[in-house]
T-cell receptor
Framework: SQKIEQNSEALNIQEGKTATLTCNYTNYSPAYLQWYRQDPGRGPVFLLLIRENEKEKRKERLKVTFDTTLKQSLFHITASQPADSATYLC??????????FGAGTILRVKS | GAVVSQHPSWVICKSGTSVKIECRSLDFQATTMFWYRQFPKQSLMLMATSNEGSKATYEQGVEKDKFLINHASLTLSTLTVTSAHPEDSSFYICSAREGSPYEQYFGPGTRLTVT
């Protein structure tokens, strides 16, 4: 079955460092991947979309890469801040054009 | 733009009663709306997909008679949890799509607690 996995349940980093979150997929080759931020008790907020023919996408302090050989997407937050603390979800549009989410990685940025 | 609202944001109900949750797209017409459920420390699980004016399509394992979905207009979808039980307590999130498959917007969620 199509699977999307986020390797770390939680990631703790120091303010100012770069946070790197990983998303791996199996049994499917998505045309694009999406990254969302979810704060406690809130719905997900769309951050970035990267297509399979794009190696890298940037938006302010955020950067996403897409490696179709490794079947992996990396999500980077540079110069991280405590306000970046949240759960980050990767998602792909799988069978039936449905958005399938990974379990998410909780990022905690400590000052 | 692209704002999706949900009402109520939280609700507590007694076991056996029914609860209705509303989802509205505020500044666009949602041709497709989705309902997700999220348990603590778990990811979002799609419950059903609905297109305006059509019957909802439910995911495997979701009881359509228990979770009634109505998508009566291009800006409103409702989810009714009928005869709620404590195991239905969860965080329900709706999502709406205008047309492009790339752009899907999420509501803030509704916390349901069944006592």
């Amino acid at each position: 079955s199509q699977k999307i996995e986020q390797n770390s349940e939680a990631l703790n980093i120091q303010e100012g460092k770069t946070a790197t979150l990983t998303c791996n997929y199996t049994n499917y080759s998505p045309a694009y991947l999406q990254w969302y931020r979810q704060d406690p008790g809130r719905g997900p907020v769309f951050l970035l979309l990267i297509r399979e023919n794009e190696k890298e996408k940037r938006k302010e302090r955020l950067k996403v890469t897409f490696d179709t050989t490794l079947k992996q997407s990396l999500f980077h937050i540079t110069a991280s801040q405590p306000a970046d603390s949240a759960t980050y979800l990767c998602a792909w549009r799988g069978y039936g054009n449905k958005l399938v989410f990974g379990a998410g990685t909780i990022l905690r940025v400590k000052s | 733009g692209a704002v999706v609202s949900q009402h109520p944001s939280w609700v507590i109900c007694k076991s056996g009663t029914s609860v209705k949750i509303e989802c509205r797209s505020l500044d666009f017409q949602a041709t497709t709306m989705f309902w997700y459920r999220q348990f603590p420390k778990q990811s979002l699980m799609l419950m059903a997909t609905s297109n305006e004016g059509s019957k909802a399509t439910y995911e495997q394992g979701v009881e359509k008679d228990k979770f009634l979905i109505n998508h009566a207009s291009l800006t409103l979808s409702t989810l009714t949890v009928t005869s709620a039980h404590p195991e239905d307590s969860s965080f329900y999130i709706c999502s709406a799509r205008e047309g492009s498959p790339y752009e899907q917007y999420f509501g803030p969620g509704t916390r349901l607690t069944v006592t």
